[in-house]
């Protein structure tokens, strides 16, 4: 009976700690925890009687009324799950908040084996546009990103860091987003601050490691977070009706990769590390809700500018990665007013004492902005979306000659260079 719970409830000794968990990847994180049995502290400022109320610009775009999911919702789930959920509300920007969640953790549980870094408040300046160069961007995406996303990292770190020294062994996971150090282009702020985050994994690693405590950065790939799902006009239950979200994840895809990193005896040897969900999905053997490894989200591997069209929308974005273009990096245009359109917007015990030791193959491998949907025209997604060759595609015969200048397709290439390829082609 005891192996059958270690199997089924590998975490169940686990004490988890998750910010930012009323819903998006922290709602994930928080449920595949449950799914394994840890103890999981929900946190958040959303609440049933009192959601977050400074998401106003990003539920307009999104045509919701009011921010989805709460703290309570999520603890509640969690507990569904196998798990035991605990919600408690914390504004994680203010520092006394901060302190007074990881003094109930201690007081109530005695340690804290796993903290997950999620809050982010950058989203909350979202102004519809993702994509622009970085004079364009409102300064107040910095105080959002930096200010209510980085800094809310440091500052739950800081508390969390003396329990997890303390019991000398733990994890902090650190959400991000990241493409074998890519610019992510199109948004300077955003990749600041996803680098920092980055880096900020990197840096406690160095300081923790001395004490058997872990710390690395985990980075999804595009996921289908309620609010990509709302702008998209779609749900979870309907999201295979919309061909631009194909290569999308659930939430739960990272949270099972952190789990699977919770009860991983060989932690320790990541430290300092980021890790994509893919990677570690491969690794670890898992798969996402719908039973897919999904592939790791790609961005630009190139440095020059973008080129732009008549009308001034951006013809590229994200560049080209192993020799295609992903679709969630496609560029999409207003065909009647050609702006750029939104786009949505990481040897010894485990960490948590359930978990049998056991460490992944010896072959270790190594939620994207935002993106609503926009109408464009079908031959310019085409063009943008070829990977150069040296012949013209049959299709660029409909394009205009600047755009069919930039689909150089040989005839014979296998459809999936081209993420938008026409049927039949």
């Not at 908040?97 to 982010?120: I, K, M, T």
Request: net charge positive; charged share 25%; proline share 7%.
């Amino acid at each position: 009976m005891q192996n059958e719970e270690s199997t089924t409830r590998p975490l169940k000794d686990c004490v988890a700690v998750v910010t930012g968990a009323s819903r998006g990847a922290g709602r994930g994180i928080a449920l595949e925890l449950g799914a394994a049995g840890a103890t999981v502290y929900v946190t958040g400022r959303s609440t049933r009687e009192r959601p977050a109320d400074s998401y106003g610009q990003l539920l307009a775009l999104s045509d919701m009324q009011t921010v989805p999911g709460s703290i309570d919702d999520t603890a509640d789930e969690v507990t569904r799950q196998g798990g035991r959920g605990i919600a408690v509300a914390c504004d994680h920007t203010r520092e006394d908040e901060v302190a007074a969640l990881f003094a109930r953790v201690a007081r109530d549980q005695g340690r804290l084996d796993l903290l997950v870094n999620n809050a982010w408040g950058g989203h909350e300046s979202f102004n519809g546009v993702f994509d622009a160069p970085f004079w364009e961007h409102p300064l107040a995406n910095w105080d959002t990103m930096f200010e209510r996303g980085v800094r809310n990292h440091l500052v739950a770190s800081r508390c969390a860091a003396p329990l997890l020294v303390k019991q000398k062994k733990g994890l902090i996971v650190t959400t991000t987003f990241w493409d074998r150090d890519r610019y992510l282009r199109g948004n300077l702020f955003y990749d600041l601050a996803k680098a920092s985050m980055t880096r900020l994994a990197f840096g406690m690693a160095q300081d923790l490691k001395p004490h058997g405590v872990a710390s690395v950065a985990v980075s999804p790939g595009w996921m289908r977070t309620e609010f990509v799902l709302a702008g998209h006009k779609t749900d979870e239950a309907h999201w295979r009706e919309r061909p631009e979200l194909a290569r999308t994840e659930s939430p739960r895809y990272l949270g099972r990769a952190v789990a699977a990193l919770a009860g991983d005896a060989a932690v320790m040897e990541k430290t300092g590390e980021v890790l994509r969900v893919a990677d570690l999905a491969r690794a670890y053997g898992f798969t996402d809700i719908d039973g897919r490894q999904v592939e790791a989200s790609r961005c630009s591997a190139l440095a020059p500018g973008r080129r732009r069209t008549k009308g001034g929308a951006t013809g590229e974005k994200h560049g080209l990665a192993r020799g295609r273009l992903r679709d969630q990096d496609a560029v999409e245009i207003n065909a009647n007013r050609h702006q750029r359109q939104p786009q949505q917007p990481p040897g010894g015990d485990s960490p948590c004492p359930s978990q049998p030791n056991s460490r992944p193959p010896a072959s270790w491998p190594g939620p994207a902005p935002f993106a609503f949907p926009a109408k464009a025209p079908p031959t310019a997604r085409r063009a943008w979306s070829c990977w150069p060759k040296k012949s013209t595609c049959a299709a660029a015969s409909s394009m205009s000659p600047k755009c069919a200048a930039r689909c150089r397709r040989a005839a014979s290439c296998p459809k999936t260079m081209c993420s938008r390829a026409p049927a039949g082609r």
